[in-house]
């Protein structure tokens, strides 16, 4: 698309040198001019703007970011101005939007959305904001604030929201902690209420400030101060609702946070993420019919306005994986499996979801070649890493014949160690000890001993054979006491790693049908088992549809002594599930 008016780029810096070219380089020579005003780097910031053919100038830093845009600013030439930071950098798609804008007629400066990521690379993470920095030049923009600073004119603009995106990387807990903003924008902060103590927005500011210290009694009292005094006028009331809660939640005040949601979206009734907000207390206070009406109502109000823009996530997906996982949990795996599907339509990379819609497809009865056609309708056999995805899979439902048809697909020359891995499991799995053996010493060529130390462990306690015992093989050394403790049943302390791999142990026997060996290994945990290793064991029986091993142990926990808490419920409510569901 042609562009027909110029622009200039504005931007502050100081050692942004990691970050600088990736943000220049998003704007694939959309600006004529570019002014980097350097505040005192000591990287080699200004070499990279070089590199660019910015013009370099240089500003004393004053704690005021007002004043240093502004002297930016004194230097553009262009018809236009974007003003923007160094770890901001344009959507890719947003190109052709960009130029629209700059030629549209009759406009003189735009809201563009800022879409912070919360998780490194994860564009469904981000939360937005809207920020005014797209204008016109000569129109009389300047900017006024210390800090947190805002776009005004004081001649008559006609302003407009727009869909424009730039992705923002400095709200990462590893660049924050690496940057210390906190610690300098609070500084900033305090100093301006100090001056000006009611001041609402700066209240705001600061408070978001305490909760990046993690300080969240003063971040919550701040947040308070703020909400009293603001009215729904005011543009940042809505994030404003939103922190708040997520502070309250933070310092372990849920019911307290609830009555706010509560409160917002009476004020803010189209407000979809203080909606899906609302649905996660719900379900942290195990309210969950309450919160499954939130998630889906998230689901039928959709995108609000502009101003109540808070993440695309929480408008679809969110509130399908959050009903996903409920509804499996409680056993109604038709309609887990349509938002599970509804879900990863949005998300067809979180591979990961489809271990638990196999878990589903599996408990709706359908038997092993009807669970290997529905599995190869998301994983087509096209790539080696679907396959390998795929046998996964099926080996986790106990499709091991399934799996061995797939994996009779690869040559056998195949040195790739997850295929000698899968191989040599699945071979176990189907009792064929040693072809298991034949792969996994195989695998071992290519990567550690440890991954498969768990097989050849249970073969040596099954077969009590030498060739696999710890004088044979090079286990870990938290299974050199294993098989005495087995044998002698005498008094024992067990370590952490002992407990972690006797726990794998039991699942692989659950898997293979050798209930009397997991018996024998669940009660060397017997001493051992407080709450939340009862509740493992529980959660673990109740996989493999041991239910009434599930009940018992959970059970043996309060006749000695244990409290019956929300989390024992909701096991005790889960195995009753179970129960009707098989």
Aim: net charge negative; with cysteine; proline share 3%.
């Amino acid at each position: 698309m042609e562009r027909k008016h110029s622009l200039s780029l504005c931007m502050i810096v100081k050692n942004e040198a990691d970050c600088l070219a990736r943000c220049i380089e998003s704007l694939q020579s959309i600006p004529d001019e570019m002014i980097i005003v350097d505040t005192g780097s000591t990287d080699n910031t200004v070499e990279v703007a070089k590199k660019y053919g910015a013009i370099i100038k240089t500003y004393e830093w004053n704690n005021n970011f007002a004043q240093a845009r502004n002297y930016a600013l004194s230097f553009a030439s262009k018809e236009w101005i974007l003003v923007l930071d160094a770890d901001e950098y344009l959507r890719p798609e947003d190109y052709n939007l960009f130029v629209s804008l700059l030629n549209a007629e009759g406009i003189d400066s735009y809201y563009i959305k800022t879409l912070n990521f919360t998780e490194p690379n994860n564009p469904a993470s981000c939360m937005i904001n809207l920020n005014h920095r797209l204008f016109k030049n000569h129109k009389g923009f300047y900017y006024v604030g210390a800090i947190h600073e805002q776009l005004i004119s004081d001649e008559k603009v006609i302003s407009k929201t727009t869909d424009l995106g730039f992705y923002h990387t400095g709200y990462l807990k590893e660049v924050v902690k690496s940057k210390n903003k906190p610690k300098r924008n609070s500084q900033i902060l305090q100093s301006i209420l100090d001056e000006d103590p009611n001041n609402s927005f700066h209240q705001f500011n600061l408070a978001n400030e305490m909760f990046q210290l993690e300080k969240y009694e003063e971040a919550i009292e701040l947040y308070n101060q703020a909400y009293e005094h603001t009215t729904v006028g005011q543009g940042y009331l809505p994030k404003l609702i939103v922190f708040r809660i997520n502070a309250l939640v933070a310092n372990h005040q849920e019911k307290k946070a609830l009555l706010a949601a509560n409160e917002g979206i009476r004020l803010y009734p189209t407000f979809t993420h203080l909606m899906f907000v609302k649905g996660t207390i719900e379900e942290k206070l195990g309210l969950i019919t309450k919160a499954i009406t939130s998630y889906e109502t998230c689901l039928t109000m959709g995108r609000p306005d502009a101003q109540l823009e808070f993440s695309k996530a929480s408008e679809t997906l969110w509130p399908h994986l959050k009903l996903a996982t409920l509804y499996d949990y409680y056993g109604d795996s038709e309609k887990a499996i349509f938002h599970y599907n509804k879900y990863l339509e949005l998300n067809p990379s979180h591979y990961q979801i489809l271990y638990a819609v196999a878990s589903c497809l599996r408990r709706m009865g359908l038997n092993e070649e009807q669970m290997s056609q529905q599995l190869s309708k998301y994983l087509p056999a096209t790539t080696l890493n679907n396959k390998i995805l795929l046998i996964d899979l099926l080996i986790k439902q106990g499709l091991f014949a399934q799996a061995q048809v797939y994996l009779n697909q690869i040559d056998l020359s195949e040195t790739n160690s997850q295929i000698l891995y899968l191989r040599g499991k699945n071979q176990f799995y189907l009792s064929n000890d040693e072809q298991c053996c034949e792969w996994f010493n195989k695998y071992v060529q290519y990567d550690s001993f440890e991954a498969v130390a768990p097989y050849f462990y249970l073969l040596y306690l099954l077969t009590n054979n030498e060739q696999y015992s710890p004088r044979q093989l090079q286990y870990p050394k938290y299974y050199g006491n294993l098989k005495s403790y087995l044998d002698e049943k005498g008094e024992y302390t067990l370590s952490q790693d002992e407990i972690s791999i006797i726990f794998r142990l039991i699942e692989e026997c659950l898997i293979i049908h050798q209930e009397n060996l997991s018996s024998d290994l669940a009660s060397l945990l017997e001493v051992h088992l407080d709450k939340a290793l009862t509740l493992k064991l529980a959660q673990l029986y109740c996989k493999y549809h041991h239910n009434k091993w599930a009940k018992t142990v959970i059970e043996n926990y309060i006749l000695n002594g244990g409290g019956l808490d929300d989390d024992m419920i909701n096991i005790l409510s889960c195995i009753r599930v179970n129960e009707v569901t098989e």
